[in-house]
């Protein structure tokens, strides 16, 4: 399933605050605890860097690089690179070694809890089939049936992952 190409354009973006009112009770009772289980690159991010995020659906976000930063890129057919923050970074990812480029491979660490966005569940939260939410650094995210709506475990961010590449990195 495409995901519209102009972020944030047919509706403002639901907020972090909203999403976890929406979609914390239904992950929360329907939700199944998952593990990425794959291996990623990962680099050093440069200030002001900005990273768009590519899925095999299209366009999904973008974001600019803090100081600490690191940059990765999955291992997916679509390889869609993003950012995450120096605090969330080792809580998520463990160094396996060094590669070429400044690049180290990492394995996952971590879970999450979610919930396919089937025609069902987008039906009961009134939701249509493309949307866009506020990812937690601030910019658009653009959402699509059939994506995984995920949050942490500790249930303080809530995040979209794209259908494929969840089938690709998550067990």
């Known amino acids: 399933m495409s995901k519209p190409s102009q972020p944030g354009k047919e509706t403002p973006p639901i907020s972090q605050a909203e999403l976890l009112k929406i979609f914390l009770p239904i992950i929360q009772v329907k939700g199944k605890v998952y593990q990425k ?3 990623v690159h990962a680099r050093p991010a440069k200030p002001r860097e900005i990273i768009i995020t590519t899925t095999s659906a299209g366009f999904e976000t973008k974001n600019t690089a803090k100081k600490g930063d690191f940059v990765i890129t ?3 057919n679509a390889k869609e690179e993003y950012i995450i923050s120096a605090a969330k970074f080792p809580t998520r990812y463990r160094k396996l070694k060094d590669l070429k480029n400044g690049y180290a491979l990492y394995q996952a660490i971590g879970s999450v809890k979610g919930i396919k966005l089937t025609k069902p569940v987008l039906h009961k939260l009134k939701l249509p089939d493309h949307f866009s939410i506020q990812a937690s650094w601030g910019e658009a995210q653009m ?11 500790d249930e303080s961010e809530i995040y979209i992952i794209g259908g494929k590449e969840f089938g690709e990195t998550y067990e």
């Open 74 to 76: 999955n291992a997916t």
């Open 143 to 153: 959402v699509a049936k059939g994506d995984y709506m995920v949050c942490t475990l």
């Open 37 to 39: 289980t794959s291996k």
